[in-house]
């Protein structure tokens, strides 16, 4: 080979490097500007709404990357595929964006958000809810797009979000209840008394499926606050429930307190095509009662961990048990695979 280390071939060497480096750098910046990012078809009403934002000095990378210079360039190579997704409209309508906190945190980090802040009549404290995994987006996904963002995304700070935890009955992890004092919370008294859910008309009956039944208790705290309408019924059904029901069930001698809710025929059985609690003579029994109903209707209640943790001790030697297993379409959580045989895919 004819290369020599001289101090000329050096300096040229030097000087190229710098070349491409800074190249690369006024690319990436380039290439980082809202302007640029504009140039998409897509992006322009993004970028429209942008400008008018609190967020119209913060680069469009700072929310769209994970933060670290590794996540800066893989997001740098996955957009360069965006031009060629304008070309061909071989992108996804309307665009659905997600930020993760990540990138919402390098700039409002602890020191700001761990301290109660007030702003538009509501004092927030946000130590709590990002401590138990509430996404930024859950409740500020218009920060920066206005109402670029498609509808149903659009998401803005809402009592709801707050009173699944302040209900008197949400213990965070240091021990501390979420109380529901309203002036906790607001402090301007230009709330009413009722929340606007409750003005819809099909609220009288349809309160159930439309509310998030664990809010309720910020405002029903008296014991039969809804129990009175549901035939002593305690809603939305206590924590303990599955296994308590049936002691309900059986003190009022049928369950036709539970049509006021439940299709009783159809969804009692979707569980109870089985006896229960299991009778006695349940080992002996059970192969029988598999083989007539179908080992579908186990796994209403059980995973295949739980047939497992007794059936596999026979791996070898094919019983019929694993044939009947075997066949069984069920999309409970994936067990943990037996070393001896590593399975894969599934899901
Ligand atoms: C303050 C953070 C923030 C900044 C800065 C920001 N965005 Fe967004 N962007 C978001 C959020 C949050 C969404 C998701 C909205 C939703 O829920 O659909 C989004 C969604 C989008 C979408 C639609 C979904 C997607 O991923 O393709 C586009 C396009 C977009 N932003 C472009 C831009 C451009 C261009 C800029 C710079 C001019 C920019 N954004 C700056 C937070 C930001
Ligand atoms: C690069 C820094 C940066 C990032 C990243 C960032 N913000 Fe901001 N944010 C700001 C600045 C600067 C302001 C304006 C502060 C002010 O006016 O006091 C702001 C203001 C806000 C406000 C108050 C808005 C208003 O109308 O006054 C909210 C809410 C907010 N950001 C949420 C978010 C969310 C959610 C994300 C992630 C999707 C995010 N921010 C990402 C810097 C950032
Ligand atoms: C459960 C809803 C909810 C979630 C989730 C949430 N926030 Fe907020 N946030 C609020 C409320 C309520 C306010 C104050 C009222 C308002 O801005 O309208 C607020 C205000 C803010 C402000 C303005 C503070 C100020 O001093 O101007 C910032 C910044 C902010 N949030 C950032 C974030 C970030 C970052 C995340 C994610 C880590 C986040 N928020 C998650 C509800 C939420
Ligand atoms: C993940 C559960 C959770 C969510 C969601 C939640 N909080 Fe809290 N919050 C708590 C807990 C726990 C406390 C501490 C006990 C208390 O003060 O009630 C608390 C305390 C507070 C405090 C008192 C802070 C202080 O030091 O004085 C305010 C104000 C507050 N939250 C507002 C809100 C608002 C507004 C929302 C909705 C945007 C919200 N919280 C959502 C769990 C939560
Ligand atoms: C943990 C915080 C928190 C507590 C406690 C709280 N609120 Fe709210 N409330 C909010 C937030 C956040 C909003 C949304 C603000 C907005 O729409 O600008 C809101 C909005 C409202 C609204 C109007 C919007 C709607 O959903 O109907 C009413 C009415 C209201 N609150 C009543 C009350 C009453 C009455 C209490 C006390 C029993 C109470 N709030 C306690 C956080 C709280
Ligand atoms: C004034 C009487 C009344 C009160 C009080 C009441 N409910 Fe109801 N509830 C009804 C009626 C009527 C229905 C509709 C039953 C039907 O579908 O025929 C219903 C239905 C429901 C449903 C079933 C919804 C569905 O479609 O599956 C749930 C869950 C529910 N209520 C929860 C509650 C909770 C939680 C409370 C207390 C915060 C409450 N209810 C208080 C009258 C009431
Ligand atoms: C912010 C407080 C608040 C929250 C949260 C709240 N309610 Fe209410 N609710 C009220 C008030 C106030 C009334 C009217 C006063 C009354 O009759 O007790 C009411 C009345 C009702 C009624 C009519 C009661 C009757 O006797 O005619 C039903 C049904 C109801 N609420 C269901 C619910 C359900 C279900 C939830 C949860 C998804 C819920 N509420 C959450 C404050 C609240
Ligand atoms: C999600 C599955 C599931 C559904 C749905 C279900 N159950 Fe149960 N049920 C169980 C389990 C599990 C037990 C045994 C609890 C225990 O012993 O710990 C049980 C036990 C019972 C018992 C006591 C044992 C017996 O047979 O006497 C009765 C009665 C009962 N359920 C009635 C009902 C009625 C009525 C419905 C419909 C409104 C229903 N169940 C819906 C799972 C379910
Ligand atoms: C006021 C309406 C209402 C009444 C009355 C009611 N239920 Fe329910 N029940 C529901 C709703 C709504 C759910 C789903 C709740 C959820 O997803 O947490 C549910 C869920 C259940 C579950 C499944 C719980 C789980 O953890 O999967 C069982 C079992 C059940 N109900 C049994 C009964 C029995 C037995 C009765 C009568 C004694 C009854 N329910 C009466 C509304 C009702
Ligand atoms: C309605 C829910 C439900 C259904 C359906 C169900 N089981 Fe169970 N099964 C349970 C519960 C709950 C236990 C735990 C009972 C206990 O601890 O006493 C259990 C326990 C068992 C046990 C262990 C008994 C012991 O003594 O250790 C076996 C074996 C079993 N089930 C097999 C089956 C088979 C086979 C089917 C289908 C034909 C089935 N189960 C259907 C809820 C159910
Ligand atoms: C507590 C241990 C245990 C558990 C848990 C268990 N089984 Fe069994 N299973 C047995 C025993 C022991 C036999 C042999 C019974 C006999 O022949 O009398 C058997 C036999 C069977 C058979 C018949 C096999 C044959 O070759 O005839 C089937 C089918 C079966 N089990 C299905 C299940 C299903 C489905 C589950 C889970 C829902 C389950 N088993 C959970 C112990 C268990």
């Not at 809202?34 to 929310?63: T, W």
């Not at 607001?186 to 003005?199: M, Q, S």
């Not at 309408?229 to 069930?249: D, E, F, Q, R, Y």
Request: net charge positive; glycine share 8%; charged share 15%.
């Amino acid at each position: 080979m004819g290369f020599r280390l001289t101090t000329r071939g050096l300096t040229a060497a030097a000087v190229l490097l710098t070349v491409v480096v800074v190249g690369i750098g006024v690319a990436l910046a380039a290439t980082s500007t809202p302007q640029f990012c504009a140039l998409c078809k897509s992006h322009v009403p993004y970028v429209e709404e942008y400008k008018k934002s609190a967020h119209s000095d913060v680069n469009c990378e700072q929310c769209h990357s994970k933060p670290g210079p590794f996540f800066f360039l893989t997001a740098k190579l996955e957009a360069l595929q965006q031009p060629i997704a304008q070309i061909t409209g071989d992108y996804e309508k309307p665009i659905l964006g997600y930020v993760l906190n990540q990138s919402c945190r390098r700039c409002h980090n602890n020191d700001l958000l761990f301290h109660p802040v007030s702003k538009n009549g509501i004092r927030v404290q946000h130590k709590h809810l990002i401590e138990a995994g509430f996404l930024c987006m859950r409740c500020h996904s218009t920060q920066a797009h206005g109402t670029a963002v498609p509808e149903g995304s659009r998401t803005y700070p809402s009592m709801d979000q707050c009173l699944i935890c302040h209900n008197n009955e949400y213990r965070a992890p240091d021990g501390q209840v979420a109380t529901s004092r309203c002036d906790l919370c607001h402090t301007l008294r230009d709330y009413g008394a009722v929340p606007a859910t409750h003005k819809e008309p099909d609220w009288p009956t349809r309160h159930g499926a439309v509310g998030i039944l664990s809010t309720c208790s910020a405002c029903h705290i008296k014991k039969d606050a809804c129990s009175k309408c549901h035939n002593g019924i305690l809603m939305p059904h206590p924590t303990a429930w599955i296994s308590k029901h049936g002691l309900t069930v059986d003190e009022r001698g049928d369950s036709k307190a539970c049509d006021q809710c439940h299709d009783t025929k159809q969804y009692c059985r979707t569980c109870h095509q089985v006896r229960m609690p299991h009778p006695a003579d349940w080992i002996p029994a059970h192969p029988v009662v598999t083989a007539q109903k179908g080992a579908e209707t186990c796994f209403n209640c059980h995973v295949l961990a739980n047939c497992q943790a007794c059936h596999e001790q026979h791996q070898s030697g094919e019983p019929r048990a694993h044939k009947l297993l075997g066949g069984v379409k069920y999309s409970l959580p994936p067990t943990p695979a037996p070393t001896s045989s590593p399975i894969s895919g599934g899901g």
